[in-house]
């Protein structure tokens, strides 16, 4: 074989090789059992012992024993450890948030008394025994007219709240009640409750009830009858201008026919007769070009001149007279007006110019409530229970904490953000969530990092700053950017 091809088939089996060590991947390292290393320890402190009868035997085993013993140092492991595995989830994937399980749970009931109350149960589901402070915020005028010894009753300009330091054993549930008079009787009040850490404001778990002295539903509304319905009495009113017309146009055809037709007595039929003989036309003898007989009698005895065939009157259409047209288009048109003035007045009256305007581009219906109401819109469910706003402002603004809670009401994740979360002034202007004090309250969590997964609820405390003096009148939670979102009234 020429050392030409030699050479090339030298080459292509080293290529060849190559592209197989390229091709397989590196099969990584078993890890030994983490057993051995124990069960080997023993073994390998033995040489040790026997070295000085190894030494006194020959001092070249010893040598080798020591070489054999050297690589293994004393103070690290006999084995290294596994590597760990990659990531099941990969770092560009954004985790949906779902709210933990909480120790402290919160349920309120209202009471079945004919007074407004209300049972509060806080459960400490842990093995370990749990300070709380539980807040229950009352309804606007209201007040407390008996809680559970320990409750304290704090009363400022605009809310009045009942406040309880517990200390939870483990594993039980403590019950709190409250009763409230109320200046306006017969009306649903809503109190929500949150149970909080001890000595701040991070919520454990919130809860809401509305007591109603009424539970039996309200019957529906019914319809007003027809006669006060202005709608039907314009109908029937037009209705009546139109067979009033329609009755006198046909008395004055009927009429003027009646006049057209003349006497009706027994000489007007033979006159009648009289005339249609004539107009029938009767040719006289005599008065033909070429008759020799001028002058002549007509026969059967008629002589004299030939009579004139008089002209029988064509009756002409009637039309109803101008005044009667005039007057029923003009009855017509005012009931049309006058039923566009009244609908357009009842809708203008149904509109409420104190509601934000929620058509357009904003996606489902703004729905507006109170401060403990769930409120629903188009993906999530916000229940605002505590706003406090502290007595004495910070150098940076007057920080008012609002504890809302958010349920996530879709199959799917969400997002939120915190720039679409607003709390109106008086002033009319706004202002949205300060995320920096928010993450604080937090404990250092971005409750707006990550979506809400399907079903999941969370509870959790905003802030937004505001000016000295200032209060929040209105907060403005959505989902999205187009979702026209809640409102909630500030007491």
Known sequence: MPASRRHHRALAVFVHCLGILAAVPALPTVAPEPAAPEATAPRAAAPPATAPRAAAASPGVLRAAAA??????????????APAPPPLVSPSVVVPTRGAASAVTVLVTPAGTPAPG?????????????????RQELPPGTSATWVTPGGRTSRSATTTEVTWQLRLPARSTT??????????????????????????????????ATWDRSPVPAAQATDAPAWRRPAALLAALAGVL????????WWQRRR???????????????????????????????????????????????????????????GRRRRPPVWLVVGAAVAVLAGVVLAATVTATQRVAAIDTTKQPSSGAWVGTSTTGVVGVPLREQALEFTVYRVACPSTPSVAGRQCQATVGVRNL??????????MQRAYL??????????????????????????L????????????????GDRPEQLELRSGVFSAGVRVDVP
């Open 410 to 419: 879709t199959p799917e994740q969400q997002t939120w953000h915190g720039e």
């Open 453 to 468: 997964a399907a079903g999941s609820r969370l509870v959790l405390p905003l802030v937004f700053t505001v000016d000295d």
């Open 426 to 451: 008086p002033g009319g202007t706004w202002v949205g969530v300060d995320e920096a004090a928010t993450r604080l309250a937090n404990q250092g969590r971005d409750v707006f990092g990550q979506p």
């Open 242 to 249: 139109l067979l009033t017309a329609a009755g006198l146009w």
């Open 175 to 208: 019950t709190l009640h409250t009763a409230l008079t109320t200046a306006a009787p017969g009306r649903a009040l809503s109190a929500p409750a949150c149970a909080f850490a001890a000595g701040g404001d991070r919520p454990y778990d919130c809860a809401t």
């Open 256 to 314: 003027r026919a009646r006049a057209t037709a003349g006497p009706t007595g027994p000489g007007a039929g033979s006159a009648g007769a009289g005339i249609r003989a004539a107009g029938a036309g009767t040719v006289y003898a005599g008065t033909g070009a070429g008759s020799a007989d001028v002058g002549a009698a007509a026969p059967g005895g008629a002589g004299g001149p030939p009579r004139p065939v008089p002209t029988v009157a064509v």
């Open 68 to 81: 054999t013993l050297t690589p293994t140092p004393t103070g690290t492991a006999a084995t290294p450890a």
């Open 118 to 134: 209300y049972q509060v149960q806080v459960r400490n589901a842990s093995s370990m025994a749990v300070a709380t402070t539980v």
